[in-house]
């Protein structure tokens, strides 16, 4: 948020509120004071928990914090999780700082990225357990595919894990628009697993969707990498 914005704001409702930073961010300062496009200054990022701290009634600063266990060492950061307590009407201020993390997405691969958490399963346990009436009272995660894909990130070759006796497959891979770049059929699963070349793919975020006999598969996210 802008300086200038955090004066102005005033949402009509409490507003559940996740932050996943690092404190290494060259495009977004932790500690704010960049200049954005509108000529206005970048507000730190503890400044403007606290603002939506306050605004959503949370007990008074500071958070508490606690360090996520470093699973992975060689990433060169580590996270603490800061969760600003007893919010009004079911909702929640909580910040993921990821110590000296840079501007990248943790989970993802790539120099300077925080491999101890994967961003998509923190925004999906924070917002779950939120709709616009309040705390809806659960943290499950999606139900686990039935299918698996690997290497992924993958660079040419893909494998496609199925049940055996699946039968017919339509095999989709779709970017992040919702456009087939790769389609294949087969209906030969005898060993349950069908190999795809994905060389023709570009480097980028892809979605895998399976289309069997039995149903339609949950899809699934694909990372193409190449060095």
Not at 60 to 72: M, S
Not at 109 to 132: C, M, V, Y
Request: charged share 15%; glycine share 10%.
């Amino acid at each position: 948020m802008i300086t200038s914005r955090i004066t102005s704001c005033s949402p009509s409702r409490v507003v559940p509120i996740l932050e996943i930073h690092g404190t290494l961010d060259g495009n977004v300062p932790f500690n704010g004071g960049a200049i954005d496009i509108t000529g206005d200054t970048l507000a730190s990022v503890p400044a403007v928990l606290t603002f939506w701290a306050n605004f959503n009634q949370c007990d008074a600063p500071p958070p508490t914090i606690t360090n996520l266990p470093n699973t992975n060492t060689t990433d060169g950061s580590s996270v603490q999780r800061h969760i600003y307590p007893n919010c009004g009407d079911g909702s929640a201020v909580e910040l993921l700082k990821v110590v000296l993390g840079g501007h990248t997405w943790p989970g993802l691969p790539g120099g300077n990225t925080n491999r101890d958490i994967i961003a998509d399963e923190e925004i999906w346990h924070f917002f779950s357990k939120h709709n616009l009436n309040g705390t809806v009272g659960t943290t499950d995660k999606p139900k686990e595919s039935t299918w698996s894909v690997f290497p992924n990130p993958a660079n040419d070759l893909l494998h496609v894990v199925l049940p055996e006796g699946t039968g017919k497959t339509v095999i989709r891979i779709m970017d992040i628009l919702g456009n087939t770049v790769l389609q294949q059929s087969t209906s030969d699963l005898a060993s349950g697993q069908i190999n795809l070349d994905a060389s023709g793919l570009t480097n980028g975020i892809y979605f895998l969707e399976i289309q069997d006999g039995i149903q339609k598969r949950p899809a699934q996210k694909l990372l193409i990498s190449r060095q």
